[in-house]
């Protein structure tokens, strides 16, 4: 079926308006259902058949990064794999990876994983490398010059900024970190992009906040994806147990060092704390060797690994995972704790308050201090305290009614925000 221009624009019209209306619908109900999302793609699949062409079809999109497993970082290795899968296999849009190996050679595995990856090694290479590229969706954190090699060869490419998470605001909430004192290369990213997406409403706020918005470079706000693992997997968790986790990053932003300061500060007894991804290979890490003395009754240290089994041990010891932290753009660790059904005492701030914001009755939020560590300190243990008086079965049934938070976040729904914004840019 073949659509004239006239018929095709009132098609979409009608589309996006339907769109919306459903959407509201759906989020006031809180419905779920794998299937709604057919009628909008078959509404989409009628429009991208039609013959005009100004309606392009086949965008290649170049996928800018120096994180692709197993080269990681952080988070922005997982939200690569997820946003590749994501389009994997449609007819529209052919993601292309353009890894920049500046720092890290490209490993030979990841050619055998994605057989169209394209690398940049040295300047020279950018040419090539975007050769035939409609859109360059860009998630550098480093050689930020790049993006102004890019747009000086091909100018009339647009070039979409990921912000993972706000330099400056990495470099306020880990104390001035040297590894976060770049800040203003990222401003001058933001400039020489044409779009800079925003993985939450907060970040949105903070970029304002910062005059961000002054630039002549248009925002849109697109959550990360999530793909549940366990959608019909129940792992074993011991609700009984009152051992705390902690997992992730240990940067002072976090203050992953919070839930062992609160027991013992408190005296909370038969509670122990497992701290998981201390990084003790760079510097020796003489900060969390001295917690780690200080507290070595209650305090098991797991050190960074990407290790999947060590993992796996990790989420077996705990019975309530602890989210901490003064700043945190989306939160992955929230995902995976609602998604496996462990219990979670969680700050209520950013990324993750957005993230719950539906199911917040199921968790366990703390209102955070960020200039006061000692109150907020006071206001974890008090979240503490109320979670752990909470009969094992309530926690039980309240991390099975969580997991609803991740409907919003799955593949099939994020996918439609990005197709709709690549749509606006080559059309």
């Known amino acids: 079926m073949y659509l004239n221009v006239e018929m095709m624009y009132t098609l979409l019209f009608i589309y996006e308006h339907i769109q919306k209306i459903y959407m509201m619908i759906l989020n006031y109900l809180n419905l779920w259902n794998p299937l709604k999302y057919t009628i909008f793609e078959s509404i989409e699949s009628l429009i991208n058949m039609n013959n005009n062409p100004t309606n392009k079809s086949n965008i290649k999109v170049g996928l800018l990064t120096n994180e692709i497993p197993p080269v990681v970082y952080g988070g922005v290795a997982t939200w690569i794999v997820n946003f590749i899968q994501m389009f994997k296999d449609d007819d529209r849009v052919e993601i292309i990876p353009i890894y920049l190996a500046y720092n890290d050679k490209l490993p030979d595995e990841c050619r055998e994983t994605y057989s169209n990856i394209r690398v940049i090694e040295k300047p020279e290479d950018i040419r090539d490398c975007f050769q035939g590229v409609d859109v360059c969706i860009n998630n550098l954190w480093i050689a930020l010059d790049t993006i102004y090699d890019i747009k000086t060869i091909y100018p009339t490419m647009n070039i979409v900024s990921v912000c993972h998470s706000l330099i ?46 002054l630039f002549d470079t248009k925002t849109r706000v697109i959550h990360n994806s999530y ?26 932003r976090k203050r992953p ?19 998981m ?8 890490n003489d900060y969390w060797k001295k917690i780690e003395k200080t507290y070595e009754s209650n305090l098991k240290i797991i050190p960074f690994t990407s290790d999947k089994e060590i ?34 005492i969680v700050s209520n701030i950013d990324g993750p308050k957005e993230i719950i914001d539906e199911v917040k009755e199921y968790v366990y939020t703390y209102e955070v201090d960020v200039d006061n560590y000692e109150n907020d300190i006071d206001n974890f243990t008090k979240t503490l305290q109320s979670t752990l008086k909470l009969d094992p079965e309530i926690r039980k049934d309240n991390a099975k009614k969580a997991r609803k938070a991740l409907d919003k976040l799955r593949p ?8 709709q914004l690549i749509n606006e840019i080559v059309n």
């Open 227 to 252: 793909v549940p693992k366990y959608d019909d997997t129940y792992n074993d968790v011991n609700y009984e147990s009152t051992t705390l986790g902690y997992i992730g990053r240990h940067v002072p």
């Open 412 to 419: 099939e729904v994020i996918k439609l925000e990005w197709i």
């Open 168 to 213: 400056r605001m990495e470099n306020i909430t880990n104390l001035g970190s040297c590894y976060t004192s770049n800040f203003n290369q990222q401003e001058i990213t933001f400039q020489n992009s044409d779009y800079v997406v925003l993985i939450s409403k907060s970040e949105d706020d903070y970029y304002n906040q910062f005059g961000y918005g």
């Open 257 to 275: 060092e919070i839930p062992i300061v609160s027991v013992n500060r408190h005296s909370i007894d038969n509670v122990k704390v497992i701290n």
């Open 311 to 344: 993992k796996e041990k990790y989420w077996k010891q705990i019975g309530i995972n602890c989210i901490t932290g003064i700043y945190e753009p989306f939160g992955y660790t929230i995902c995976e704790c609602l998604d496996r059904r462990i219990p979670v």
């Open 277 to 284: 991804g201390v990084d003790y290979d760079r510097y020796g």
